[in-house]
Every structure is written in structure tokens, then in C-alpha cells.
């Protein structure tokens, strides 16, 4: 089946540290993005790629990185910057980046700050 | 600029009887709209799309929307509640010109079902 996978589906991370939110999709899709959703505000762009080797930042990327190395994998990491890591973060792609492209989420990643 | 607007952060209705979620938007060019319901602690799943055809737009699990360009109004509609429709909903706009095609997400409505 096609679609979208994220992994791990709970992560906890100490303060001070940096982790990576895995982001695999097996649909052919150029274009892949990360959002970030707490509570009452919606989904908040952090990173968007529209093709490989090519990634532009969104509203949130303060704290946030990403690489695009493979069509397939848009991983993101949360550096120790990022001071308020907790929440769910969701991962889309969309055939690209245009007017009539729904996205397609992975199933989410809920970190946790201990 | 582009803007998305749910005007209810919370609905709820009775098992069997209809449903209404509101969306405006605010955009200077021709939009794309979205629907999407995301199910507690899972990923979003589109729900139907408007893309400049037929304005009124039928999706999965009997929900429909009309997009009403003189309102800048995209609301969604059930006609029959069901259990199983108890989740977060999503509206969704997109710039057809003069904008960089980044969705814009409004912040959500959780639609709650009594039996």
C-alpha cells in the first residue's frame, strides 16, 4: 500500500538534547512537509521541501532542521533550541507544491519533554 | 495574504441530525479549499476539495461543502450526524495565483456526537 509512515509514534527527550523524527513515503510524491499541532491552534508549517536538495522554512522553524537527501525521506530534528518541543508533529507530501494538491499525512509523532 | 477562519472551535450535535461546520477565508485571487477530519492522536485525512469546478462538492462519508465566492464561505455540511463523525475537521485554503501554493490551515473544529 502507498502512504506516508513516521516513526517512532511516541519519543521523550530529555532537555538538551536533539532528536529525529523519521518520514518515509512510498508515493512518488516531489513535494514533503512538517507541521507541528498543539492544542486549539491548528497545524503550523516548520519546514517544507518541494523537491530533493531543496527545502524552504515555514512559519515555526526556529529550533527545527531538515534534510531532503532522497526523494523518499524528509527527516526533521529537534535541536535543543527549540524551547518548548513538546507536542505532536505531523508529516505530509503532495504530488508538489501547487493550487489543486491535497497532502497526504504519516499518522504523527507525539514528543514529550521530560 | 490568505487567511482561513473557522468561526466554531467546538459543535455539537445529536446522533441523526445535521451538521454544520463553518469556514471563512480571506483571499484577494481565486481560492483551493480543503476539508480534512483528523481522528484523536492520528494523521489528517482529506475529506473533499474545491478547485474552481462545480461549487458544490460532495465527499467521503456523505459530507458535502459549497463554496459561496459572494460570502467567502466553505462550510460543511452532513445532512445525518453519525457516531463515528466525532473527530477534529480542518479548513483548508490555498492561493490559485499571485501566492507562494503553501496550505493555510484554520485552526480546527472538534465536532462532538451525542448519542
Known amino acids: 500500500d502507498g502512504g506516508i509512515t513516521q516513526s517512532p509514534k511516541y519519543l521523550f527527550r530529555k532537555e538538551g538534547q536533539n532528536v529525529t523524527l523519521s518520514c518515509e513515503q512510498n508515493?512518488?510524491?516531489?513535494?514533503m512537509y512538517w507541521y507541528r499541532q498543539d492544542p486549539g491552534q491548528g497545524l503550523r508549517l516548520i519546514y517544507y521541501?518541494?523537491?530533493?536538495?531543496?527545502?524552504q522554512k515555514g512559519d515555526i522553524a526556529e529550533g527545527y532542521s531538515v534534510s531532503r537527501e532522497k526523494k523518499e525521506s524528509f527527516p526533521l530534528t529537534v535541536t535543543s533550541a527549540q524551547k518548548n518541543p513538546t507536542a505532536f508533529y505531523l508529516c505530509?507530501?503532495?504530488?508538489?507544491?501547487?493550487?489543486?494538491?491535497?497532502?497526504?499525512f504519516g499518522p504523527g509523532t507525539r514528543l514529550t519533554v521530560l | 495574504a490568505q487567511s482561513v477562519t473557522q468561526l466554531d472551535s467546538h459543535v455539537s450535535v445529536s446522533e441523526g441530525t445535521p451538521v454544520l461546520l463553518r469556514c471563512n477565508y480571506s483571499s484577494s485571487y481565486s481560492p483551493s479549499l480543503f476539508w480534512y477530519v483528523q481522528h484523536p492522536n492520528k494523521g489528517l485525512q482529506l475529506l473533499l476539495k474545491y478547485t474552481s469546478a462545480a461549487t458544490l462538492v460532495k465527499g467521503i462519508n456523505g459530507f458535502e461543502a459549497e463554496f459561496k465566492k459572494s460570502e467567502t464561505s466553505f462550510h460543511l455540511t452532513k445532512p445525518s450526524a453519525h457516531m463515528s463523525d466525532a473527530a477534529e475537521y480542518f479548513c483548508v485554503v490555498i492561493l490559485t495565483s499571485g501566492g507562494s501554493y503553501i496550505p493555510t490551515f484554520g485552526r480546527g473544529t472538534s465536532l462532538i456526537v451525542h448519542p
Open positions: 505530509a507530501s503532495s504530488m508538489q507544491v501547487g493550487i489543486y494538491n491535497e497532502q497526504f
Open positions: 508515493l512518488n510524491h516531489d513535494a
Open positions: 521541501s518541494q523537491i530533493v536538495n531543496d527545502f
